[in-house]
Nanobody, 119 residues
Framework: VQLQAYGGGLVHPGGYLTLSCAAS????????MAWYRQPPEKQRDLVAN???????KYADSVKGRFTITRDSAKNTVTLQMNSLKPEDTAVYYC??????????????WGQGTLVTVSS
């Protein structure tokens, strides 16, 4: 399974960005899809998660500003980020939890896309 993430960039505080991630190659079943972020010199933390039934959860710091959605037919996950703040600056990574035909699950990570919020 390969993941391709795109959509990062430079945005002013209060602005918005949309991140997308597409999974391809040998997909049998995708369970959870998620976005994580890693600010400079900090650990990687969960931003938002969406399961196969469409249930979502968010980090407290992004609730009400970010929205995660998925298109299960296209194996894509999107993160709409509004009202961006400088503290949202980070490398954002998508994660896909894939289950193969034998029922074995594995995590796959995208390559990361940089989001910079600055005036």
């Amino acid at each position: 399974v390969q993941l391709q993430a795109y959509g990062g960039g430079l945005v002013h505080p209060g602005g918005y960005l949309t991140l997308s991630c597409a999974a391809s190659g040998g997909i049998f079943e995708i369970n959870d899809m998620a976005w994580y972020r890693q600010p400079p010199e900090k650990q990687r933390d969960l931003v938002a998660n969406i399961n196969s039934r469409g249930s979502t959860k968010y980090a407290d710091s992004v609730k009400g500003r970010f929205t995660i959605t998925r298109d299960s037919a296209k194996n894509t996950v999107t993160l709409q980020m509004n009202s961006l703040k400088p503290e949202d600056t980070a490398v954002y990574y998508c994660l896909v939890v894939h289950k193969n035909g034998a029922g074995i699950t594995a995590d796959y990570w995208g390559q990361g896309t940089l989001v910079t919020v600055s005036s």
